[in-house]
């Protein structure tokens, strides 16, 4: 068993950045894909950003590349989400999850079907 706390977000003006960060419990965290998954009122959970155990592969949902990052310390089990220039549309609760790929250079997933494990959300509130 996994668990997942998260840290960060809150409330910022459109073109602000905001950190979120999640810590696993897990003894191979390296061998875990990690994902962010966000989900706004009244629509699906849908993906952000994922990395690989190694963090070599970083896949971005087309609406957020190039205005956030992704990144893990893998002697600290804690994967990142940095967030710049942030949008009113950007609001949402996000959520970090963890999936078992057994090597560190895997491809992770973007389908949150894939995901074992999640943190319990974080808002994240833009004003315009």
């Known amino acids: 068993q996994v668990q997942l706390v998260q840290s960060g977000g809150g409330l910022v003006q459109t073109g602000g950045s905001l950190r979120l960060s999640c810590v696993a419990s897990?003894?191979?965290?390296?061998?875990?894909?990690m994902g962010w998954f966000r989900q706004a009122p009244g629509k699906e959970r849908e993906f952000v950003a994922a990395?690989?155990?190694?963090?070599?592969?970083?896949p971005y949902a087309d609406s957020v590349k190039g205005r956030f990052t992704i990144s893990r310390d893998n002697a600290e089990n804690t994967v990142y989400l940095q967030m710049n220039n942030l949008k009113p549309e950007d609001t949402a609760v996000y959520y970090c999850?963890?999936?078992?790929?057994?090597?560190?250079?895997?491809?992770?997933?973007?389908?949150?079907?894939?995901?074992?494990?999640w943190g319990q959300g974080t808002q994240v509130t833009v004003s315009s």
């Open positions: 999850a963890a999936d078992w790929r057994g090597r560190s250079y895997f491809s992770p997933m973007s389908d949150r079907k894939e995901y074992e494990y």
């Open positions: 897990a003894r191979t965290f390296i061998n875990y894909g």
């Open positions: 990395i690989s155990g190694s963090g070599g592969i970083t």
